[in-house]
Structure formats: structure tokens, C-alpha cells
């Protein structure tokens, strides 16, 4: 069964950067590099939205308009792990964010990070 797990989260001032990485393990059946990858986030009292996705061979990357062009999402195929750089932080990207990998009709889901901009 495929686990993630989030990390890097914390709490940071409007303008400041962080970044957030998914480990990943417990591919039994299919390689980590099969499975594509997404960062989901919630904010308190609203429903989780798309983030940011990328290929399973990582030249690909795909981002919501909101955060386009201060958010840079990678992968490592070799160590099974995923990153989120996020800088430019905005009071509104306050949630807690999940990491996300699909390969087919399955889809498994991190616990987790709270990021938290405040001044």
C-alpha cells in the first residue's frame, strides 16, 4: 500500500518561502516513477483545491493561476520523493496541504502539512 508523507510545513510571514516535500513509499506493484503526483490544499472552511501537478517523469508541471510563478514543483523518481517550493507567500496560501499520487483509478493521499502565513 502507498504511503506519504508531508513535511516542511510551519509558519511563515507574507513574502517568505518554504518548502514542502512528500516522501513516498510502499510501491509493491508499480514503481514510484508510474505514478503521477499532485499538491492539494484546505483552508479552513473550504474545500480542498488543486495546487500543482507533475508527470511521472517530472518534465511536466502544471499549477493553479494562484499560484503560478512563485510555486515550483519537482520530483526525485530515485529517492520516491516530491517537492514543493513555494515562495512569495501570501496570507491566502494558508492551509494545510496534501500530497497526492495517481496511477490509474488509484489515488493515495498524505496526512498533511499546515503552512500558515501570517504577519
Known amino acids: 500500500q502507498v504511503h506519504l508523507e508531508e513535511s516542511g510545513g510551519g509558519v511563515v510571514q507574507p513574502g517568505g518561502s518554504l518548502r514542502l516535500s512528500c516522501a513516498a513509499s510502499g510501491f509493491t506493484d508499480f514503481p514510484f516513477s508510474s505514478y503521477a503526483l499532485n499538491w492539494y490544499r484546505q483552508a479552513p472552511g473550504r474545500e480542498r483545491e488543486f495546487v500543482a501537478a507533475i508527470t511521472r517523469a517530472g518534465d511536466n508541471t502544471v499549477y493553479a493561476d494562484s499560484v503560478k510563478g512563485r510555486f515550483t514543483l519537482s520530483r526525485d523518481n530515485a529517492k520516491n520523493m516530491m517537492f514543493l517550493q513555494m515562495n512569495s507567500l501570501k496570507l491566502e496560501d494558508t492551509a494545510v496541504y496534501y500530497c497526492?499520487?495517481?496511477?490509474?483509478?488509484?489515488?493515495?493521499w498524505g496526512q498533511g502539512t499546515q503552512v500558515t502565513v501570517s504577519s
Open positions: 497526492n499520487a495517481v496511477r490509474g483509478s488509484r489515488g493515495s
